[in-house]
């Protein structure tokens, strides 16, 4: 399986700052890497696909970079509604497998 | 605009079988992956496995002893079938869809059904 590790767990954060979370795969799995954000007994959402690409209607403040085992998403100025849990996921080779999250809460 | 609905029950005995099934409406393509996904209280997602347009199936190594996907394309539905519950099961589970056009992302996913196994 392809584990997915993310950093940090949580972090405090006020608004206005930029906040970047990082997701390393165990193995390359090219540009499939995915990121949700998740709050409170909801479902969980998709920001970005493809390492990069943003999905359409998440606000330009979300962007992706990375290739290969290394990957971060990048918050430019965190805004109020961005507080939530967050998550990578790797889809280049079943099992499909997620990082373990990274919950980013209000400093 | 898709939707995605699971429905089910909310309580299921341990050694039982459960049985979802998410319906789909607004439309699909015949590049879907239909997943099941689920999050035990508190902790994160596990993807469970998925069943393709054309029936293909592909799950988990983890659960695949226990698990049975299909989908009915005449109905616009998917079911996830557990078998053997124990309270290790007892999660919210999520249907959603997979997409090759977006990297197989889950760009569209339900509400979620949370299963409590308990006697």
């Known amino acids: 399986d392809f584990q997915m590790t993310q950093s940090p767990s949580s972090l405090s954060a006020s608004v206005g700052d930029r906040v970047s979370i990082t997701c390393r795969a165990s193995?390359?799995?090219?540009?499939?890497l995915n990121w949700y954000q998740q709050k409170p007994g909801k479902a969980p959402k998709l920001l970005i696909y493809?390492?990069?690409n943003l999905q359409s209607g998440v606000p330009s403040r979300f962007s992706g970079s990375g290739s290969g085992i290394d990957f971060t998403l990048t918050i430019s100025s965190l805004q109020p509604e961005d507080f939530a849990t967050y998550y990578c996921?790797?889809?280049?080779?079943?099992?499909?497998?997620f990082g373990q999250g990274t919950k980013v809460e209000i400093k | 605009q898709v939707q995605l609905q699971e429905s089910g029950p909310g309580l299921v005995k341990p050694s039982e079988t459960l049985a979802l099934t998410c319906t789909v409406s607004?439309?699909?393509?015949?590049?879907?992956?239909w997943s099941w996904i689920r999050q035990p209280p508190g902790k994160g997602l596990q993807w469970i496995g998925y069943?393709?347009?054309?029936?293909?199936?592909n799950y988990s190594p983890s659960l695949e002893s226990r698990v049975t996907i299909s989908v009915d394309t005449s109905k616009n539905q998917f079911s996830l079938k557990v078998r053997s519950l124990t309270a290790a099961d007892t999660a919210v589970y999520y249907c959603?869809?997979?997409?090759?056009?977006?990297?197989?992302?889950?760009?569209?996913w339900g509400q979620g059904i949370l299963v409590t196994v308990s006697s």
């Open positions: 959603a869809r997979g997409d090759d056009s977006s990297w197989l992302s889950f760009d569209y």
């Open positions: 607004g439309g699909s393509n015949s590049n879907n992956y």
């Open positions: 069943v393709y347009n054309n029936g293909r199936t």
């Open positions: 193995q390359s799995i090219s540009l499939y």
């Open positions: 493809g390492t990069s």
């Open positions: 996921h790797q889809s280049y080779s079943t099992p499909w497998t």
